[in-house]
T-cell receptor, first 114, second 115 residues
């Protein structure tokens, strides 16, 4: 069974600095997708970034980038120039190529200090 | 384009009752997935509907059921409510096709409280 592990329940970062959130997963599949979702307090979950497992190049979306290590089954999220609006719960998620059953990690609560 | 909408946003029920939650996907999306979010269990997949058919199912009892209409709107029903069913129920829509274009977009959720 595919599982997703986020080992950091909470993280904090100073405004304008960089923080990295960790995620590992377990799968025997070769084709799959990985996602980072952000859920601000009492607000909607939104997609931050996604990575296709067949792509060696790490995905980047503005201040957000990932470090995807397929052999190590690791998928970390780096947030550069952190902003107050980045404070949220961040979920790492996995799904296989042909199945919409997404598996989520337990989440990391990110606090941004002014 | 309008996002995923869910109604109602908040619901309070008592044990033994049943409840129906509704989800309207993004226009053009044919897949609707439902998730239960609780502090203890996190986010868990309930089921997915595509073209009015249940395509995938998570590990939940039969009290949890759903359906999808021809306009892709979906409803989720929970019968004989238990205290443990108190949760945020999230709906996510996607195109429903295979491959990397099929990213799920989430609605705001329905907060169900069972007393």
């Amino acid at each position: 069974a595919q599982t997703v592990t986020q080992s950091q329940p909470e993280m904090s970062v100073q405004e304008a600095e960089t923080v990295t959130l960790s995620c590992t997963y377990d799968t025997s599949e070769s084709d799959y997708y990985l996602f980072w979702y952000k859920q601000p307090p009492s607000r909607q979950m939104i997609l931050v970034i996604r990575q296709e497992a067949y792509k060696q190049q790490n995905a980047t979306e503005n201040r957000f980038s990932v470090n995807f290590q397929k052999a190590a089954k690791s998928f970390s999220l780096k947030i550069s120039d952190s902003q107050l609006g980045d404070a949220a719960m961040y979920f790492c998620a996995y799904r296989t190529y042909n199945n919409n059953d997404m598996r989520f990690g337990a989440g990391t609560r990110l606090t941004v200090k002014p | 384009k309008a996002g995923v909408t869910q109604t109602p946003r908040y619901l309070i029920k008592t044990r033994g009752q049943q409840v129906t939650l509704s989800c309207s996907p993004i226009s053009g999306h044919r897949s609707v997935s439902w998730y239960q979010q609780t502090p203890g269990q996190g986010l868990q997949f309930l089921f997915e509907y595509f073209s009015e058919t249940q395509r995938n199912k998570g590990n939940f009892p039969g009290r949890f059921s759903g359906r999808q209409f021809s306009n892709s709107r979906s409803e989720m029903n929970v019968s004989t409510l238990e205290l443990g069913d108190s949760a945020l129920y999230l709906c996510a829509s996607s195109l429903g096709t295979s491959g990397n274009t099929d990213t799920q977009y989430f609605g705001p959720g329905t907060r169900l409280t069972v007393l």
